[in-house]
């Protein structure tokens, strides 16, 4: 489709005017999409998708329109060209944009994601094969993802990727459950069996007579799930520009009374690192790497167009919510946490998180999958849900016991209209009186 | 029906092979968004979507396949990709074919319209959330405030092979507006006119939202809400306000009533549920002033239809009545798994996802009692209004909501605003401590446009009307 795209903006660049300049954003997605119940098929599907966005700017003022792409270029030319005209009636109409910013400079890029999927009917087969015997439920999608840029000025970058993510959770009774996931770009059945293995191993544990904790503080092991949790909550206006000029950002402690979080504490967004094309929507390349909190003290903010205009800073971003968050790591062994746990709760995933009180960054979420009670190191029941409330200055502040080094790659299972392409590198955390409510 | 559609109609026709059953559903819509923050006016911008998606039933099997190529190669193309997840189906398939719904019955249903969008001219609409700025901007210490207005059209045709036709119009208004307040560390927001809603219809819906005249006392609010106390940690009554309920009604009603959680679907990602097919029936909900019905007929509420995406002719039902659970939100196909009756709530977020239960109009039905009545019936209580938090468990049980706005109430009497008023329990038994519901000039239409759900991730808009309503002894908190 790259050559379509290609050919569709140099076309409909042709048509315009000596003051006017055209933004178009490509996103296309051919993906497969199986749910699974009881370790059998419940919907089973497949969706092609292309669609087009155009921003048309003239005399400062700008205005945007979306389209899906049928892929006959010739129609698809008729069908912009006609919205492009749209957005030229309105123009007029519109007062002068101060806070308009788009790419002048020509940065063109191109990177193509190799194919190396399985059949995606093959993969399930080995999942249901490999499963037999027990209630797994999840879903497959996986297929190719490929975004587009060009603008009237000569600028062309593309990407595309390749990749799948099977996520899962088994299930023994009730709630009970082991959570599992295996993404990546090339298929290997053998990760996939391990992963099943280790399922089983650890249902049998689940079996053991769940423990019910009374509301109290505990000591806890985040996996980098669970972590991943917490950071969806705060990267919720937490590192954005606008919100941080505006003061609504949940870490404003950090900003305005001197908040810190534990020394230990670096989190960037890692652009070079994640999985999200380098361009954004309005032709700027993102830089490698921004430091968003370092050894514990807020750095810099992720800047979009438009707030970098407002607040005369530059695009570091293609929105102020970080796709490819980053956690370093920290001294912990993640082999040995639940002998650094010692006695207490191993939280594999949390759960539905908001914010309980935003100016302290207090979240509040659930217990989910198979959260284990430890005692002196050894994993002995499962526990039953429970709800936190806590504040990310305890978490990861002055409760903060230590990191693991490794971090753990999340790719990220989202795919509400399209399948997501945001990723983080996230480590496990051990924190002391993390308080649990209900 | 679109002009274009029938020569796609056509075209799948000639390329889809002889099969037990087949369906096909085109889905078009195009959006408009307009929005003017802090006295700047963002992009408007158009949006417009089209795809169709194709069901595939045959000897044993089902699958799907979307697509937004809509030439007869790019149906082709779909079929084949369909095809290909038919067979491997039939090896491994949870649901019987038999099972799949057929619809039976054609027919049409289209959004009544008073006030065009078109009515107002784009230059109008702008100056209008311009002057919505300049109320909002009451102080310094309003340090953010937009005011917003899109409009949604979806034409949605369902066609099978048995010969059905059924055709949908929908058109949405979605307006609003917020402003944050702020001093040193204390921010609270406040939002009104509509701000996180919608409602069916035209222009003319939006007076039931007050839009925009309470864009002044919204933004007074936020400044009220930065001075305000704390809400007191306390256990005491609580006075949901219909913005509320509606959240409340969502998450610890409508999600564990859904029949596709209850059969398992949802375990890896929305969540189980506390409900079991046995509670149907007998299980006491609630106190016998809990009334919930599904209802798909209440005309500006979001969703209103007359056939949900499986075919299903709509209807009105109770799901509990007198605080006795009845009935589960499950579509034909859930209703086949489970051996069940339910309502026509199978509906898909748009042409490239499959139909699943969803809540549709989900309604707490109005009592006898007037507002003032219910805040003079509370001893020591706090008022909670406009939900900005939510977390409930994957059963959909432990629960904790957080408001914009909480007002101490004293003696029957409301006192003054406390700030991050928060309350917590648990479904199973909260309904049961409903001790007061308003009386239908009480009622308000809300509902979200975005409730999550489903493999693939599918976002929709669910409707929730409701009356404030009294809950005895809950667990009150603020923040730190």
Redesign the interface.
């Known amino acids: 489709m790259e050559t379509c795209f290609r050919e569709l903006g140099e076309r409909l660049c042709e048509d315009l005017a000596d003051d006017e300049v055209l933004l178009l954003n490509y996103s296309g997605e051919d993906s497969?999409?199986?749910?699974?119940?009881?370790n059998?098929?419940?919907?089973?599907?497949?969706?092609?998708?292309?669609?087009l966005e155009l921003?048309l700017v003239a005399n400062g003022r700008?205005?945007?329109?979306?389209?899906?792409?049928?892929?006959?270029l010739e129609?698809d030319l008729s069908r912009a060209r006609a919205?492009l005209q749209?957005?030229r009636e309105?123009l007029p109409?519109?007062?002068e944009?101060?806070?308009?910013n788009y790419a002048t400079g020509v940065n063109s890029t191109v990177q193509h994601g190799e194919n190396r999927l399985p059949a995606a009917?093959e993969a399930?087969?080995q999942l249901?094969d490999a499963a037999r015997g027990l209630d797994l439920?999840?879903?497959w999608?996986g297929g190719e993802m490929s975004r587009g840029f060009a603008n009237s000025l000569g600028q062309f970058n593309w990407h595309s990727a390749y990749s799948f993510n099977l996520?899962?959770?088994v299930?023994r009774e009730g709630?009970k459950?082991v959570?599992q996931n295996y993404a990546g770009f090339a298929w290997d059945h053998d990760v996939l069996a391990g992963k099943i293995a280790r399922d089983r191993e650890t249902l049998a544990l689940l079996g053991q007579t769940p423990r019910t904790l009374a509301p109290g503080r505990y000591r806890v092991f985040l996996s980098p799930a669970a972590l991943f949790e917490l950071m969806e909550m705060v990267s919720w206006g937490g590192f954005g520009l606008k919100s941080h000029r505006?003061?609504?950002t949940p870490l404003?402690?950090m900003l305005?009374?001197g908040r810190t979080l534990h020394p230990g504490v670096s989190i960037s967004e890692h652009h070079a690192a994640g999985l999200t094309p380098r361009f954004t929507g309005e032709g700027f390349i993102k830089p490698d790497r921004v430091a968003l909190v370092e050894a514990g003290a807020y750095r810099d903010c992720l800047a979009d167009s438009r707030s970098a205009r407002e607040y005369g800073t530059a695009v570091n971003a293609a929105g102020e919510q970080p796709e490819s968050l980053e956690i370093g790591g920290g001294g912990l062994d993640g082999g040995a946490v639940f002998g650094a746990l010692d006695t207490g709760l191993y939280v594999s995933n949390l759960?539905?998180?908001?914010?309980?009180?935003?100016?302290?960054c207090?979240i509040?979420?659930?217990t989910?999958f198979a959260c284990l009670w430890v005692e002196q190191g050894r994993p002995v029941a499962p526990v039953n849900?429970m709800?936190f409330?806590e504040?990310i200055y305890h978490i990861l502040g002055d409760r903060l016991e230590g990191l693991t080094r490794e971090q753990e790659h999340i790719l990220d299972t989202?795919?509400?209209?399209w399948?997501s392409n945001a990723s983080a590198r996230l480590p496990g955390a051990l924190v002391n009186d993390f308080t649990l409510?209900? | 029906m679109p002009a274009d559609w029938q020569s796609v109609i056509n075209d799948f026709k000639a390329v889809v092979p002889a099969v037990d059953f087949w369906s096909l559903r085109l889905v078009r819509e195009e959006a408009e968004t307009l929005c003017v923050r802090e006295g700047?006016?963002?992009?408007?911008?158009?949006?417009?979507?089209?795809?169709v998606h194709i069901s595939l039933v045959d000897r044993g099997g089902?699958?799907?396949?979307?697509?937004?190529?809509?030439?007869r190669e790019?149906l082709r193309?779909?079929v084949h990709?369909?095809l290909?997840?038919l067979?491997?189906?039939r090896?491994?398939?949870?649901?019987a074919a038999e099972h799949q719904p057929r619809p039976q019955r054609s027919g049409r249903y289209a959004t009544h319209i008073e006030t065009p969008w078109e009515a107002w001219s784009?230059?109008g609409k702008?100056d209008l959330l311009q002057d919505i700025n300049r109320a909002l901007k009451v102080d310094e210490c309003i340090?953010?405030w937009q005011a917003r207005l899109s409009r949604r059209q979806i034409d949605v045709a369902l066609v099978t092979g048995d010969g059905v036709v059924i055709e949908q119009a929908f058109h949405h208004v979605l307006p609003g507006y917020a402003a944050?307040a702020?001093r040193?560390?204390?921010?609270q927001?406040r939002s009104g006119g509509g701000w996180g809603s919608m409602r069916q219809g035209g222009l003319e819906q939006l007076a039931a939202f007050d839009f925009p005249d309470s864009a002044r006392r919204v933004a007074e609010e936020a400044i009220a809400l930065v001075e305000a106390p704390e809400c007191p940690d306390t256990t005491a009554d609580l006075l949901l306000m219909p913005d509320q309920m509606m959240l409340q009604i969502h998450e610890s009603i409508g999600h564990p009533l859904e029949l596709d959680r209850i059969?398992?679907?949802e375990?890896?990602?929305a969540?189980?549920s506390f409900v079991t097919p046995d509670m149907f029936g007998s299980y006491r909900y609630g106190s016998e002033l809990l009334n919930v019905t599904f209802d798909p007929g209440v005309a500006p509420e979001m969703a209103s239809y007359a056939f949900d995406d499986e075919g299903t002719p709509a209807e009105r039902d109770y799901l509990i009545r007198d605080g006795i659970l009845l009935r589960p939100l499950g579509g034909a196909t859930s209703q086949a798994r489970a051996g069940m009756a339910g309502v026509a709530n199978a509906r898909a977020s748009?042409w490239?996802r499959?139909a699943i239960d969803r809540m549709a109009n989900l309604n707490l039905e109005p009592g006898t009692s007037r507002l003032d009545e219910l805040v003079a019936s509370i001893g020591h209580g706090v008022l909670m209004a406009t939900n900005r938090?939510?977390?409930?468990?994957?059963?959909r049980n432990?629960f904790?909501f957080?408001c914009e706005l909480g007002r101490l109430i004293v003696d029957g009497e409301l006192q003054g605003l406390v700030r991050?008023p928060?309350y917590?329990g648990?479904s199973a038994t909260f309904w049961r401590s409903l001790a007061g519901v308003g009386d239908p000039d009480s009622l308000e239409i809300w509902g979200t446009p975005s409730c999550?759900k489903g493999?693939?991730?599918?976002?929709i808009h669910v409707g929730h009307a409701s009356p404030p309503c009294v809950f005895r002894n809950v667990e009150i908190f603020?923040?730190?």
């Open positions: 497969d999409f199986v749910r699974l119940n009881h059998r098929i419940r919907q089973a599907g497949h969706v092609r998708q292309q669609a921003d700008e205005a945007g329109a979306a389209m899906p792409l049928g892929g006959v129609d919205l749209r957005l309105r109409l519109l007062p944009d101060p806070h308009l009917g399930l087969n249901i439920v999840g879903v999608a996520d899962w959770s299930y709630d459950a959570k505006t003061a609504q404003l402690g305005r009374e759960w539905y998180c908001n914010f309980s009180d935003r100016n302290h207090r509040t979420g659930m989910r849900v709800r409330d504040s989202g795919s509400y209209g399948r409510t209900l | 700047v006016v963002q992009p408007p911008s158009l949006a417009q979507g089209r795809g089902a699958a799907w396949a979307a697509t937004s190529a809509l030439t790019g193309d779909a990709e369909a290909g997840w067979e491997v189906s090896r491994h398939a949870l649901v784009l230059a702008l340090v953010d944050v702020n040193d560390a204390q921010t927001m059969l398992g679907d375990r890896n990602y969540g189980t748009d490239n499959p938090s939510w977390s409930i468990d994957d059963s432990k904790q957080g991050n928060n917590r648990i999550g493999e693939p991730n599918q976002m603020g923040g730190e």
